[in-house]
């Protein structure tokens, strides 16, 4: 099983990223796929989550509104669309999965998550 992020830069504020995860190893379409961050000095944080089909997905109230979760099944990807970046934002992303159904709550929860791609860093800065 990997999941691989990729994406991650240096960008301006209010500037745009799009994440990266490609996963193998395992049916990636019975999955749901997160991501999370972990800002330096801080915990991991969970931001968004998507359902295995693509249909329902969730956010974290910081970047809802500016970040979109989407993925293609046909090519075992989950991406992050990351727009209107600020400060806060700079991070190491990661993505992962997870068996079951996500909840509104469920969703930004590590520990329901059975593994964990490397991590991609996003800086956002003048």
């Known amino acids: 099983v990997q999941l691989q992020a990729s994406g991650g830069g240096l960008v301006q504020p209010g500037g745009s990223l799009r994440l990266s995860c490609v996963a193998s190893?395992?049916?990636?379409?019975?999955?749901?796929t997160g991501w999370f961050r972990q800002a330096p000095g801080k915990e991991r944080e969970g931001i968004s989550c998507?359902?295995?089909?693509?249909?329902?997905?969730y956010y974290r109230d910081s970047v809802k509104g500016r970040f979109t979760i989407s993925r293609d099944n046909a090519k075992n990807t989950v991406y992050l669309q990351m727009n209107s970046l600020n400060q806060e934002d700079t991070a190491v992303y990661y993505c992962a999965k997870r068996r079951f159904r996500p909840t509104s709550d469920s969703c930004y929860v590590a520990r329901l998550y059975d593994n964990w791609g490397q991590g991609t860093l996003v800086t956002v800065s003048s």
């Open positions: 190893g395992f049916q990636f379409d019975n999955y749901v």
């Open positions: 998507i359902s295995s089909s693509g249909m329902t997905a």
